[in-house]
């Protein structure tokens, strides 16, 4: 049994993928296997990793059936043929920093209680990019907080984190109903928050190709994007609920912060019925005017009287103060 599984869903990234498995063979930990989950692929990408395969009994591979279609239900097919203690859900055009598992495996091996592990990441078009920025993993002062901030902004990278197996409980562990839109990591991590607690790694251990060719994060597709974060958010007020906690104040807050947020697009004609609907969102999620004054919040407590543009102009301020 290998001490960590990685999995990683293949579709369409012939052009990254060599990069990607290099990253994983050449770490000074050996403990590991990478499950690569072929996901209908129409270019060299599967021919590529099936090389490796050949090559390193460690590499393996797998082409998905018919019916796995999306990035959430391959990670699920590769989580049924894992054996890692830990596992790590790495995408096909990022990469793993030399020594990054090594650093990890030293780290979960005094922290025999963990569940979870967050590193920093580096992000930019290339890791060699002059502009590369450091990234760091949403960090709140306790656990519940965490759970408040995540409800509504995704904390981390997917390959940001070391999972352990067990904490994955029963059944499958990636929402696939996502598949066809995106932040399906959105909900991942927010159903782990909701059983683990996370423990941090002070330095990056990974990297995060922002404008990958076939990136499915993307806002050119504006009513896409919206709607996949729509029900995001959905889906974990139905994980909230379900753990018997309540829409408390840091809860809603960070919601209305979030749809806030989504009025600095430019709404064509026909994405106006998305602005109402984000208009009706803020108005849903913000706390109640007692939670406002008892909190001290004059800003939450003024959107029952500004219009929602004053309120996002009002966060855009804040923010750059």
């Known amino acids: 049994m290998p ?8 579709h369409n990234k012939g052009a990254y993928i060599t990069e990607t498995i290099e990253s994983v063979i050449g770490q000074s930990f050996l403990d590991w296997e990478l499950i690569i989950v072929e996901n ?4 060299d990408g599967p021919k590529i990793a099936q090389e490796f395969a050949k090559g390193d009994s460690r590499v393996r591979y797998f082409a998905a059936p018919p019916e796995i279609r999306g990035p959430g239900s391959a990670r699920n097919y590769g989580l049924e043929r894992a054996a890692g203690e830990w596992v790590l859900f790495l995408d096909a055009d990022d990469l793993v920093l030399p020594g990054h598992f090594e650093n990890q495996a ?8 963990a569940s979870l592990i967050v590193c920093q990441w580096l992000q930019g078009r290339e890791l060699r990019d002059a502009n590369c920025s450091l990234k760091y993993p949403t960090k ?3 656990h519940e907080a965490l759970l408040a901030a995540t409800i509504a902004f995704t904390p981390w990278v997917p390959h940001a984190a070391w999972v352990r197996r067990s904490a994955l409980g029963q059944g499958p562990a990636w929402d696939a109903s996502l598949d066809s839109f995106i932040h399906e990591d959105h909900i991942f991590w927010f159903r782990m928050l909701l059983k683990s607690e996370a ?3 002070d330095s990056p251990g990974v990297f995060y190709r922002d404008e990958a060719v076939g990136r499915r994060n993307t806002k050119s597709d504006l009513p896409k994007y919206l709607e996949s974060m729509d029900r995001a958010v959905q889906a974990n007020l139905r ?6 906690r309540q829409l408390g104040y840091n809860y809603r807050k960070n919601l209305m912060n979030l749809y806030l947020g989504l009025l600095r697009f430019e709404f064509a004609p026909e994405n106006r019925k998305w602005e109402s609907k984000i208009k009706s969102r803020i108005k849903e999620f913000r706390p109640g005017v007692k939670d406002c004054l008892r909190h001290r919040d ?8 500004l219009p929602a543009q004053w309120m996002h102009k009002m966060q855009v ?3 750059s103060k």
């Open 298 to 305: 004059p800003v939450a407590a003024a959107s029952f009287f």
């Open 3 to 10: 001490f960590l599984s990685i999995i990683t869903p293949l």
């Open 199 to 201: 423990l941090y790694t």
């Open 239 to 244: 994980l909230l609920k379900q753990s018997g």
């Open 106 to 113: 030293e780290f979960a091996g005094s922290h025999q209680d």
């Open 317 to 319: 301020w804040r923010r």
């Open 40 to 43: 209908h692929s129409s270019d």
């Open 140 to 142: 709140t002062s306790n």
